[in-house]
Each structure stands twice: as structure tokens, then as C-alpha cells.
């Protein structure tokens, strides 16, 4: 077999191992339940979760079917993210790693054949685990808006907007170096309810001279900024729409 062929064959077992532990993390699953869900003998999975044994190619693609729709990563927002009084409670999701990579994996199937370089978000507290992933996915570089000038920079792009909550004028600042004409820009954000720190993103990328080419966003509460973007040819992927959560049951 020749060398190429056998990196993609141990990546694709590696990836199902990967699709065990995810599964069994995600919902809490002992080994035996995980069993009766794939038909795979108890003893041989937890051998595959702790790396002693890789699965066939054939186990692999029943491992992939049969876990495909409980590792939906819509499906698993559903059951992780907690709606309460309008307050969207995201712990759950932002600190596993497990829903993280399956978040990874979500950004390469929706954007790794456009030719971006640029991954933009903003971040009023440390850096968004969501854009670090997509920033890996899609092996592009980082570009972090905030609400203050970092010490290390000196020069800035700057975008001014409202917020509501409550009701005052922000600003965002992203070093020029982070972001450059021509760049390819995936904007990521975790929540969209107004669109206004979306639309200040894109203003980011207007300045630099920079192309905004997708969006990702976990969940949206509002489906208006999406039709102020279905004339740019900008490729978007909201994850869970909620803009009618009060007749789900999350959590």
C-alpha cells in the first residue's frame, strides 16, 4: 500500500476512535450502551477508545452511519445549550472539548474548498475557543477584534456601533497587521441576535480592503442580517436557528 494511502486509510480509524470518545463524552454513554448502539462487542471498542486496536475500514463506515445523527452537530446544540428568560447559557458547549471538535469538523465540510486565510472574530473577554478552531480547521490565521487597543500594536482599524445591553456606544480594534488587502475573511461568532457586532466585523473587513467570503455562526436569534448578506455571494452556516426559540425545549 502505498505510503499516501496509508496515512488516509489511519486517519479515517483514527477519526472513528475519535467519533467513540466523541459520543460517549457527549452523551455520557458507558461502553455497554455504546455497544447496543453500534453492534460492536464491548471488550473491542474500549479497546478502539484507548487507542490498543484501530477499527477495519468496514467498521469505520458502520461506526460513521450509525453515529452520524447523534453527532449532528445541530442536534447536539439541542440537547447542550441552555435557553432560560431570553439568556442563551453556552457553557455547556464552549467547554467540551469534544462539541469544540465537532465544531472543527463542521468549518472544514462547509469551507475548506474557498480559498479563505482570514479567520475574524470579536471578543470582549480572551479569545473565542470557536474562532481557534475554525482557525485550525481551515489552517488560517487569527484575527481578533476587542473593545481596546492591545499595547503590543499601534496601529488600528477602528469600528464604532450600539449595543443594548446596556444601551451605549462601542468600539472594536483590530492591529492593521492582522488583516490585509485581499484577504479571504471567515467571520465567526458564537451568538447573533442584532447583527450590529456582525455588521461591525464586516466594516473591519471593508476598511482593510480585505473580502468577506463566509460566516459562521453557532446560533442565531434573527434571520434579518442574514438577507442583508444574501446578495454578496458570502457562503453562511448558522448551526441552530433559535429566532423562534420560545417553541423549543433546549437543554
Not at 85 to 96: A, S
Not at 207 to 216: C, E, K, N, Q
Request: aromatic share 6%.
Amino acid at each position: 500500500m502505498r505510503a499516501g494511502r496509508r496515512l488516509t486509510k489511519v486517519d479515517e480509524q483514527l477519526e472513528a476512535v475519535e467519533l467513540i470518545n466523541s459520543a460517549k463524552s457527549i452523551y455520557n454513554l458507558s461502553y455497554r450502551e455504546l455497544s447496543q448502539i453500534l453492534e460492536i462487542p464491548e471488550s473491542l471498542l474500549c479497546r478502539y477508545a484507548n487507542g490498543d486496536l484501530l477499527p477495519s475500514l468496514d467498521t469505520v463506515n458502520i461506526i460513521k452511519e450509525r453515529l452520524k445523527s447523534m453527532l449532528d452537530l445541530t442536534e447536539v446544540l439541542r440537547r447542550n445549550v441552555i435557553v432560560k428568560d431570553g439568556f442563551i447559557d453556552l457553557n455547556n458547549v464552549l467547554f467540551n472539548p469534544y462539541i469544540l471538535k465537532l465544531y472543527q469538523r463542521r468549518i472544514k465540510e462547509m469551507f475548506s474548498n474557498l480559498p479563505i486565510n482570514k479567520v475574524l472574530t470579536a471578543a470582549t473577554d480572551g479569545i473565542p475557543p470557536l474562532s481557534v478552531m475554525a482557525s485550525y480547521a481551515l489552517n488560517a490565521r487569527l484575527a481578533i477584534a476587542k473593545q481596546y487597543k492591545d499595547i503590543a500594536s499601534e496601529d488600528f482599524y477602528e469600528v464604532s456601533y450600539i449595543v443594548d445591553s446596556p444601551p451605549r456606544r462601542v468600539s472594536l480594534y483590530l492591529p492593521r497587521h492582522l488583516l490585509e488587502r485581499n484577504d479571504e475573511v471567515l467571520i465567526v461568532d458564537d451568538i447573533v441576535r442584532t447583527g450590529r457586532t456582525l455588521n461591525a466585523l464586516i466594516e473591519l473587513i471593508n476598511i482593510a480592503g480585505a473580502r468577506l467570503t463566509g460566516v459562521s455562526v453557532l446560533i442565531s436569534m434573527s434571520k434579518s442580517w442574514i438577507e442583508k448578506l444574501r446578495d454578496r455571494n458570502v457562503r453562511i452556516d448558522v448551526i441552530l436557528d433559535l429566532s423562534n426559540f420560545k417553541e423549543l425545549k433546549l437543554g
